[in-house]
């Protein structure tokens, strides 16, 4: 049973045309993570979401939006694909706690820029 | 800044070799530490955790201790098998803030 699912799995764009990507968790987890990953390296994070308090990273392009109506759902929105924004995005969710936590991952979408 | 900073690979060993996989962090307080795994064309899966001082967490023979003193979580295996063969990533987890940062990976190759 899929916990955290994103659509769609693959994504074709065209260069400069709008695109976003879904996430959805069924583990009602207060953190949502976005991340690039490109090839096998490190995935990037772009930004977070602690309950309603959005977390973005320093690095992360103006051309990367988020959204997290509630709990259940968080949006990525890419307003300008380029080429150099072909990657895996990956979608987590943490619930922190006293006695730690665990991190659960999407499969993730692989998008495809042409 | 809070980093975490892995071997490079890629490593290579013959099956049954014993594996070790360093990583160190950099990191104020208190965080908890994680191994995730990535095989060929798949997501991330937990591998393993620990979320304070002296932990050792442990999943399908894989093992890793969280070091305080030495600011280290470093990935061991007694006997690698083919199927071992993956890409590690070494991750640390704020628990104020809730942000998850991962290490660079380190792809394992094992040969029979």
């Known amino acids: 049973d899929a916990m955290v699912i994103q659509n769609p799995r693959y994504q074709v764009t065209q260069f400069g045309k709008p695109v976003t990507l879904s996430c959805s968790q069924t583990l009602n987890h207060n953190v949502m993570y976005w991340y690039q990953q490109k090839s096998s390296q490190a995935p990037k994070l772009l930004f977070h979401y602690y309950d309603k308090d959005f977390n973005n990273e320093a690095d992360t392009p103006d051309n990367f939006q988020s959204r997290r109506p509630n709990t259940s759902f968080c949006f990525l929105d890419i307003r300008s694909p380029g080429l150099g924004d072909a990657a895996m995005y990956l979608c987590?969710?943490?619930?922190?706690?006293?006695?730690?936590?665990?991190?659960?991952f999407g499969q993730g979408t692989r998008l495809t820029v042409v | 800044g809070n980093s975490v900073t892995q071997m490079e690979g890629p490593v290579t060993l013959s099956e049954e070799a014993f594996l070790t996989i360093n990583c160190t962090y950099t990191?104020?307080?208190?965080?908890?530490l994680f191994w995730y795994v990535q095989y060929p064309g798949e997501g991330l899966q937990l591998l393993l955790k620990?979320?304070?001082?002296?932990d050792k967490g442990s999943n399908k023979g894989f093992e890793a201790t969280y070091r305080k003193e030495t600011t280290s979580f470093h990935l061991e295996k007694g006997s690698v098998q083919v199927s071992d063969s993956a890409v590690y990533f070494c991750?640390?987890?704020?628990?104020?803030?809730?942000?998850?940062?991962f290490g660079q990976g380190t792809e394992l190759s094992v040969k029979p």
């Open positions: 987590a969710t943490s619930r922190v706690t006293p006695g730690g936590t665990e991190a659960f």
């Open positions: 991750a640390l987890f704020y628990n104020q803030g809730g942000k998850l940062i």
């Open positions: 620990a979320t304070k001082a002296d």
């Open positions: 990191a104020t307080g208190y965080p908890s």
